[in-house]
């Protein structure tokens, strides 16, 4: 698998970097969060705009993401947000935008686009646009109502990689054993032929269990949490780091 680096961070095999995502409607709620993550472990932020006030006001925007920036000093930066297939609020054209805003300002270091959204005539232009200012795009999958089966989880890993991507990922939400072990196992087989880095992120009290054995599937980043910052199902990154760590596969990961 080749390395890609986002900011000064490189995913590659071996063990996961961790991640804490941050979410708020005000600047100030994310500024305290970007702080708090400071004192952690966790070496890359996400920053999920779904429910950010304002998004339609750039100024704004771009003084939150600068903001972010200063508090975070070397701390990559990835920002995300919720497709209008899933969300009731963010339409195609706010989608578009935001994406544009963050790209264009140099904003972030990495910008996740959803898979059903790039194949789009000016998503298309503005991934172009994205690798003129050297930002990483992750595309990525979300299951939210079905489950889907192994073969059509290695089937999305192959479209995101054909279609462009420097980091492919799959959300979901399982809701067994069984469905995790799918995922899973999926990843580590898509990870045998593709060779781009490859993320899982499983939410519900079912993702800790993703996150702690990432090395062994394949996933290159995880997510924990600090404090009430980041998912509520999610390990302490203190405890995710120690747990990564007790359970390498690699002698001298890091």
């Given at each position: ?132 200012q050297k930002i990483k795009l ?18 999305a890993y192959q479209t995101m ?65 600090v404090g009430r910052v980041g ?24």
């Open positions: 698998m080749k390395s890609v680096t986002i900011g000064t961070v490189p995913l590659t095999v071996g063990m996961p970097k961790i991640g804490v995502v941050l979410r708020g409607a005000e600047r100030s709620t994310l500024i305290g969060q970007a702080a708090q993550v400071l004192s952690s472990a966790a070496q890359i932020v996400e920053w999920d705009l779904t429910g950010a006030d304002g998004l339609e006001n750039r100024a704004e925007l771009i003084n939150t993401a600068t903001q972010l920036r200063q508090v975070l000093g070397t701390i990559p930066l990835i920002a995300t947000l919720q497709s209008p297939s899933q969300s009731a609020t963010i339409d195609e054209q706010t989608y578009y935008e935001t994406s544009v805003t963050l790209v264009n300002n140099r904003l972030v270091d990495a910008l996740e686009i959803d898979m059903g959204m790039v194949t789009k005539t000016r998503f298309m232009a503005l991934t172009k646009q994205m690798r003129a992750i595309l990525s999958e979300t299951y939210v109502e079905t489950m889907p089966t192994a073969p059509q989880i290695v089937t990689a054909a279609a462009g991507a420097d980091i492919a990922r799959v959300r979901m939400q399982p809701q067994t054993a069984t469905a995790l072990l799918t995922l899973m196992a999926a990843t580590a087989t898509a990870g045998t032929e593709l060779s781009l880095p490859l993320v899982v992120t499983a939410t519900g009290s079912l993702g800790r269990y993703a996150a702690a054995s990432g090395q062994l599937f394949g996933s290159t980043l995880v997510f924990g949490r998912g509520s199902g999610q390990l302490p990154v203190s405890q995710l780091k120690q747990t990564l760590q007790t359970l390498a596969t690699v002698e001298g990961g890091s």
